[in-house]
């Protein structure tokens, strides 16, 4: 009988430009890692990483006690949490803890979910970090790849993306609010102008081709919203000199990643990613700001290792 299962899932970037709460693209840079085990007596979190460990307040705690109450677990169990993925600056630090959660749990109850039913408890991890649920990362984190979440019911549609698809991420190294997701939600417009949305469409339909056509220019160049990114650029210091510079340096398209304040940007394996990245770098340290950069591909998803 398995009385343990260890599961890894990826970070990710959400949003990709025009795609907020609906695109998730899985990133092959940094990984959590979620040992899962039976034994003791109700469930408890270890970690040694500087995370909350108080079951509601953790994301793959959340999902946990959901599944453990859904599926009427009696045993004790113990969920030991290795973070890998950097919290707080948009790299879907919540959502990969709460993917490799629900994996786990569907791995050592050999419950054998299907993709949709794994996204739906994981997005219920993201109460802890972000106070609502969206499903962009945690699909990505599980699922891998690109992916397009529809809700109600929820249905997440997963693309293989491009071999010649790279991302450079510039990771700022600025304070961020402990509940950050859910502060750079507030700065959200709650009504968009229909000129707006009509644009915003136009690119999320032409950046969906561009991965199923496995066309990088034409999801570079689609990379581009005007709803979101202006209202959140003002929370990092330096956007726009930053994506300036990696248009300049090659990128096709360059966004917000997710809630922020990193910054993704979508190049061809034929450009020069190093450049990018280093025009990226120097865009933030125009504005005081050092940054830690990352070159990566798209992950396969969560993995049992
Ligand atoms: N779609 C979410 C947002 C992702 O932009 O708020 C946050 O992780």
Excluded: W
């Amino acid at each position: 009988m398995v009385e343990s299962v260890t599961v890894r899932a990826p970070c990710s970037t959400a949003n990709l430009g025009p795609g907020f709460d609906v695109f998730g693209l899985a990133l092959d840079a940094y990984y959590d890692q979620i040992q899962l085990e039976k034994g003791g007596k109700g469930i408890r979190i270890q970690s040694s990483d500087s995370i909350p460990i108080e079951l509601e307040k953790n994301s793959a705690g959340l999902v946990i006690k959901e599944m453990a109450k859904k599926y009427r677990v009696k045993t004790g169990l113990v969920v030991k949490i290795k973070k890998g993925v950097p919290t707080g600056f948009g790299m879907g630090s919540s959502a990969a803890s709460a993917a490799a959660a629900a994996v786990a749990f569907d791995a050592l109850f050999k419950l054998k979910l299907d993709g949709n039913s794994l996204v739906q408890y994981a997005g219920m991890g993201e109460m802890a970090s972000a106070g609502s649920v969206h499903y962009d990362n945690v699909a990505a984190s599980v699922l891998g790849g690109f992916v397009i979440v529809r809700t109600n019911p929820l249905d997440v549609i997963r693309v293989i993306p491009p071999k010649d698809l790279v991302l450079c991420v510039a990771i700022p190294k600025i304070p961020v609010p402990r509940k950050k997701t859910e502060a750079s939600r507030k700065v959200l417009p709650k009504l968009v102008k229909l000129s707006d949305h009509v644009k915003n469409l136009s690119n999320a339909s032409a950046l969906t081709v561009g991965f199923m056509e496995k066309n990088v220019n034409l999801i570079g160049s689609s990379i581009n919203d005007i709803i979101v990114e202006p209202a959140r650029k003002h929370l990092i210091p330096g956007f726009d000199r930053v994506k300036k510079n990696a248009l300049a340096a090659g990128a096709m398209g360059v966004t917000i990643s997710g809630a922020g304040p990193s910054v993704i940007s979508f190049a061809s394996t034929s450009a020069n990613p190093k450049k990018i990245s280093d025009a990226m770098k120097k865009g933030f340290s125009a504005a005081g700001v050092e940054c830690t950069t990352v070159i990566c591909k798209p992950s396969k998803g969560s993995a049992v290792v």
